[in-house]
């Protein structure tokens, strides 16, 4: 899959424009980037690509580049 | 020793008995006296259940995938046959969670949780009532809804739908089935500790605001495999159609 990929679906959980996902900001920069968000982007990754976050990767995101990283490393260790 | 929870005598299938509550559930019904046929998909995992049970010699497996609906009561039939006398019990612990938030349902996903949850325990109903699975002396099924189906939480409305619909089919089943003296109950249990509670964790969940909320402590799966051992037993007789609650006081 690709970053751009990813962005497109973190921008359909969170009901935004993927332009306004920039992956060097902080994912608490989003409002919108909620509980249910999460919930959303955790169904469509598992959905699409058969990837699972545990509770450690949340525990260690901080930007959406770290999100993105770690799913595209599950992705080719797959 | 009176024993209002004995089962001497009865033959019990138990789906999902490969993990979690269905594991317990069986597990404390062996310990009951009753003769148990073990049902699930994957074979190692029920053989697992079998070595944990009280006199594992006298218990069955039977590795059926639920989500073969319409094979359902020839299964059952079958199951009937290799035990050589009709089912006195049910207890239907097989089923799935998942957040499922509103904005990416799909007729698929939506299926995914249905078809175990409640699709698979109308064919087992279908099944476990056919003429020569019940006993003369009638049947008792139980199944493991949630306290979900009490609750409103965000992410969760196919699962609790699933799982709040349990109880509108025991209630029907319970009059529909009542001249075969067959009755039906559901256990709404809270958080317990299983696998599938583990598989919660990693979903987002706020383990905090449970904790707090469930203010008598997350269920250990045995205490609902009890509940059903009493559903089963005759203490329950006049018992049908209900719901019993075991959710630590979350639903408060």
């Given at each position: ?7 497109e ?11 306004a ?36 990767d949340?525990?260690s ?18 | ?92 612990c ?80 319970a ?43 997350f ?34």
């Open positions: 899959m690709t970053n751009a990929e990813l962005v679906l973190f921008a359909e959980a969170l009901e935004i424009e993927a332009s996902i920039q992956p060097e900001k902080e994912i608490a920069e989003y409002k919108e980037w909620n509980s249910l968000a999460w919930l959303t982007i955790m169904a469509l990754l598992d959905e699409r690509y058969n990837i699972q976050l545990s509770a450690a949340f525990r995101f901080v930007t959406v580049q770290d999100v993105i990283d770690n799913i595209t490393s599950k992705a080719s260790a797959a | 020793m009176y024993n209002p929870l004995d089962l001497s005598g009865k033959l019990v299938l138990v789906t999902g008995a490969s993990s979690g509550i269905g594991r317990a559930t069986a597990v404390v019904l062996s310990r009951l006296g009753a003769r148990l046929v073990l049902a699930g998909r994957r074979a190692d995992a029920l053989q697992e259940t079998l070595a944990a049970t009280e006199n594992p010699a006298n218990h069955l497996c039977s590795t059926f995938d639920l989500a073969n609906l319409d094979d359902i009561p020839k299964w059952i039939a079958e199951v009937v046959n290799l035990a050589g006398a009709p089912l006195d019990g049910t207890v239907h097989a089923g799935v969670t998942s957040f499922l938030p509103l904005r990416v349902v799909s007729s698929g996903n939506i299926d995914s949780i249905m078809v175990p949850n409640l699709h698979a325990a109308l064919m087992l109903l279908r099944g476990v009532s056919a003429r020569n699975a019940v006993p003369a002396a009638g049947a008792s099924v139980v199944f493991i809804s949630s306290a979900a189906a009490l609750m409103a939480s965000p992410g969760l409305s196919t699962y609790s739908a699933s799982k709040a619909a349990l109880g509108a089919v025991a209630r029907c089943a009059k529909e089935l009542a001249a075969k003296r067959v009755r039906v109950n559901c256990i709404a249990p809270g958080y317990v500790k299983t696998p599938m509670l583990d598989q919660a964790a990693n979903a987002f969940v706020d383990f905090d605001r449970i904790e707090k909320a469930q203010f008598l402590g269920i250990d799966p045995d205490e609902i495999g009890t509940m059903a051992a009493y559903l089963l037993s005759s203490a329950a007789r006049s018992i049908t159609g209900s719901q019993f609650v075991m959710d630590g006081g979350f639903t408060l």
